[in-house]
């Protein structure tokens, strides 16, 4: 497995040292985000993020599905994600490399175990026919921080998603044509956000917020918080790396609460932007 | 307020072997194990240390081996002994891989042929290497080196060989550089290799001893140990009769039945007295040798738990 | 079955008898195993780890050595008799794989790797019960063994789990409190107090995350008493054995006469 050259001495030397005076190179704040682009597609559910150049592109589909005997009452979400070479030099396919096991594990914790979706609302006949709902993430670019651009583009769509109406009549099953009956939103819990901020070997460096590449690569260690807008904490995953006092893990959650209210605050208005203009094509 | 489920303290058995641990509820008690270990300590003389304990302060003291200073304090990196040569300090670890140094005798095995050098697993950190500058080839010692040899280095040594060599250099990532550039180093042969943890074998004099059973020994500073047929003194070649053959030879010599035992019996008291962390001498095993051969006991029962524990209580009480 | 049983009765104790902040038992084996240059064994409570730790050593790899420092590789492995239903995971299993990368992750900054360039270190991790707390042993058994093969660490590594019910904290989950109940594992470097590792993944609001977090971080502290405590011990049974050696080698003066014999070949 050949591994991808690490970026030059003077490369490096300058962004440690812009680092130290709190300046990055593309002229953030540390703790700025770059401001996230949602563009939907003509399909519901169908989600392009891009932060920055990293872009990831998000699509839910939903299909009937008989439901596992262990939870007959529950729908089944599946997340599928890959990293193709397409999105960076650095991937390759066949094994799965460090970064794909990463951020398939941490959309799976983010997206699904932290319950998001009512699995319980997907159910349309005890035992006999669920929704199943697949999530297929696929990262178009990667120019740093990919995990928190797929988990964002996974949430967004699985919010913008709406199934078709059922109707259950003894046996039988009508599903309506979204044409026919305007469909209908999943049952969501919360919408957690995910944030990655990176640390480097100087400990005296403040940490930054959604690293680019370099930055990435350059750090020595990296902290990603899933949260809410609501202050609940779903993931906080801080794999080795330097070691943090636990007031500065304390401080940057904090910092993470502010951020997953600006997002949502701007999430929620894209979502209201693009369904305005979306209702006048179903009837 | 953070306590352990309380239970019987366990006894305390010899070789570590499922040590349990009863924790105190009661957070005084707590202080008075810290005292117990100072106490340890203090009665048995040798400081010991394990990873993460502050040492000594920087300012007074130098860093050496097994430290490092953070915070202008020298503090432990490996668990072992404290040392302490004028101001340096340093931490020997209780056991480690190899930690060679310049004149060692070491016993290695060929791991692989390069150009120009062979690369040998001596139980270090990183293969060692053997340049092909650095052994006496057939043909005497003055003889220069021509393309032909490096074009049959594997007659000399190839894959799978072992031999016995000295530490002559480092390279500078740490890598150990031998040499066979003696009459006493090179390929070895009727006899039989012993592994053991590197920290028994005690630096001695010599390296190379032989029991009055007919049996040599090659105690190699790296762990290795060869026990081989005695060669009689006579039998070597002296610097002008350097014979090709002898020295890169693969064939074994005619050995009889009763050094064949002997060797055997050798290697199994060293296995025995290695499971039992003993520290491995000529004068050490010459005793053991003499207590198996005591105790009629047969070769083979040498690995059996009981007669390893009486062989190493043997050797204890006499001292 | 989860949510029938009580987590926390109205009297304080847990399913299994402890209070709120009692750790399970620990047991710490750091005997040696097979050719391994250090090997631990590790239970907290029902969950055994093993581990195995060889090197530093020759790389198997050449593209993979770094010419600066020694590589860490980890491996894990989960005895499918593990688990209260028998279950083969496979190689490839994405739980094992952030496992081990997590394990790795929080050791890089630990091991003195610098110390040896070009080298391989193996972290072999077993599973052989697993009752929750699975990161937690296998850390700590991870540090114990590193201890035992001599390889230079900054700092002890100490990890510790934590769970909150409704508003309680508690420590050191089993898996029937870790299926029910917010949980998160932390490893402490304990001479500074800095967190290596921290993860959790349930929902939790972040004032309870505050408290249970001060909480493992303390806990932390008690569990590197009883490493230290296991380390000195074996430290102190092998250089005791040394130096009942070392003794007899001064009273007996013969053997020199044997080397000078090996010397005049010379």
């Known amino acids: 497995m050949p591994r991808p050259p690490s970026p030059s001495i003077p490369e490096r030397e300058f962004l440690y040292a812009s680092l130290k005076q709190s300046l990055r190179l593309d002229g953030r704040l540390p703790l700025e985000m770059r401001e996230p682009t949602l563009t939907f597609g003509p399909d519901l559910g169908w989600v392009d993020c891009a932060m920055g150049r990293t872009r990831v592109l998000a699509s839910v589909d939903g299909k009937m599905v008989k439901p596992t005997p262990e939870r007959p009452l529950e729908g089944v979400i599946t997340i599928h994600s890959e990293i193709s070479p397409m999105a960076s030099s650095d991937y390759e396919t066949g094994r799965a490399s460090d970064e794909e096991v990463v951020l398939t594990r941490m959309l799976d914790k983010v997206l699904r175990r932290s319950d998001t979706v009512d699995k319980e609302s997907l159910c349309v006949q005890a035992g006999q026919r669920v929704w199943h709902l697949r999530l297929t993430i696929h990262c178009l670019a990667d120019a740093g921080n990919l995990l928190d651009c797929a988990c964002l583009a996974g949430i967004v769509a699985l919010k913008h998603y709406r199934r078709p109406e059922v109707e259950v009549e003894g046996e039988d099953v009508t599903i309506h044509h979204p044409s026919e009956r305007a469909p209908i939103p999943l049952a969501m819990h919360h919408t957690p956000y995910c944030f990655t901020f990176a640390y480097f070997p100087d400990t005296t460096t403040q940490a930054v917020l959604d690293p680019t590449s370099l930055e990435q690569r350059l750090s020595a260690g990296l902290l990603s918080i899933a949260l809410n807008a609501q202050r609940e904490l779903c993931v906080v995953q801080k794999a080795g790396g330097v070691p943090l006092a636990p007031d500065e893990v304390m401080r940057i959650i904090n910092v993470a609460v502010g951020k997953a209210k600006e997002l949502d605050r701007i999430v929620e208005k894209r979502l209201q932007e693009d369904w305005s203009t979306r209702n006048v094509e179903v009837r | ?319 | 079955m989860g949510s029938r049983v009580e987590i926390l009765n109205d009297d304080g104790y847990r399913s299994d008898g402890r209070r709120q902040f009692e750790l399970r038992d620990i047991t710490m084996d750091l005997s040696p195993r097979g050719t391994a240059d250090g090997s631990a064994m590790i239970t907290h409570g029902l969950t055994q780890v093993m581990v195995s730790v060889f090197g530093p050593r020759e790389a198997k790899m050449r593209a993979q050595t770094l010419h600066d420092r020694a590589v860490l590789n980890v491996e894990v492995n989960i005895a499918p008799f593990s688990t209260g239903e028998r279950r083969k995971r496979n190689r490839g299993d994405k739980r094992i794989l952030e496992l081990a990368a997590s394990i790795k992750s929080t050791f890089e900054p630990v091991v003195q790797t610098a110390l040896y360039p070009r080298s391989q270190i193996d972290i072999y991790v077993h599973v052989l019960q697993q009752d929750g707390g699975l990161l937690q042993a296998s850390i700590n058994a991870a540090t114990l063994a590193l201890v035992g093969a001599g390889i230079p660490l900054l700092d002890l590594v100490c990890a510790v789990t934590g769970g909150v019910h409704s508003t309680s904290p508690m420590l050191d989950l089993t898996t029937l409190e870790e299926n029910d109940i917010p949980h998160l594992t932390v490893a402490v470097m304990p001479k500074t107090g800095n967190v290596t590792l921290v993860t959790m993944e349930t929902r939790l609001h972040v004032d309870r995350f505050g408290d249970i977090f001060k909480l493992t971080c303390d806990a932390a502290q008690v569990i590197h008493q009883e490493m230290k405590r296991a380390a000195y011990a074996r430290t102190r049974r092998l250089v005791d054995a040394m130096d009942v050696d070392s003794k007899s080698i001064l009273l007996t003066g013969d053997n020199v006469d044997k080397d000078t014999a090996m010397n005049e070949l010379e």
């Open chain 2, 1 to 319: 307020m953070i306590t352990f489920a309380s239970f019987a303290a366990p006894p305390d058995d010899l070789y570590g072997h499922g040590h349990r641990v009863a924790h105190p509820i009661d957070p005084a008690d707590d202080r008075d194990m810290d005292i117990d270990f100072d106490d340890e300590e203090f009665v048995s003389g040798s400081k010991l240390t394990v990873p993460g304990e502050t040492l000594t302060s920087s300012h007074a003291f130098m860093r050496g081996h097994g430290t490092y200073v953070d915070n202008e304090q020298v503090i432990a990196s490996v668990a072992g002994t404290v040392e302490r040569v004028n101001k340096l300090i340093s931490v020997r670890a209780a056991r480690s891989r190899y930690n060679p140094e310049v004149g060692d005798l070491v016993v290695g095995r060929i791991a692989e042929v390069q150009p120009k050098r062979w690369k040998v697993d001596a139980g270090g950190r990183q293969d060692a290497v053997l340049m092909l500058s650095s052994v006496n080839l057939p043909g005497g010692v003055q003889r220069r080196k021509l393309e032909s040899d490096e074009l049959q280095m594997r007659t000399f040594f190839e894959e799978g060989d072992l031999l016995v060599a000295e530490v002559q250099a480092f390279f500078a990532d740490g890598a150990m550089s031998l040499h066979t550039r003696s009459l006493k180093y090179g390929k070895l042969r009727n006899g039989q290799l012993v592994i053991v943890p590197p920290a028994l074998i005690r630096r001695l004099k010599s390296h190379f001893t032989s029991l009055p059973c007919g049996v040599d020994l090659i105690l190699g500073l790296n762990g290795y140990i060869w026990v081989s047929k005695h060669v009689k003194d006579s039998d070597r070649e002296g610097e002008d009769g350097f014979d090709a053959e002898a020295v890169y030879s693969n064939r074994n010599d005619d050995i009889d039945c009763a050094t064949r035992t002997a060797i055997a019996r050798v290697t199994n008291i060293i296995r025995a007295l290695a499971a039992h962390w003993q520290p491995l001498t000529d004068a050490v095993l010459l005793e053991a040798y003499e207590w198996a051969v005591e105790q009629d006991c047969d070769v083979k029962d040498l690995l059996l738990d009981d007669v390893a524990a009486a062989l190493v209580a043997s050797l204890g009480g006499q001292h």
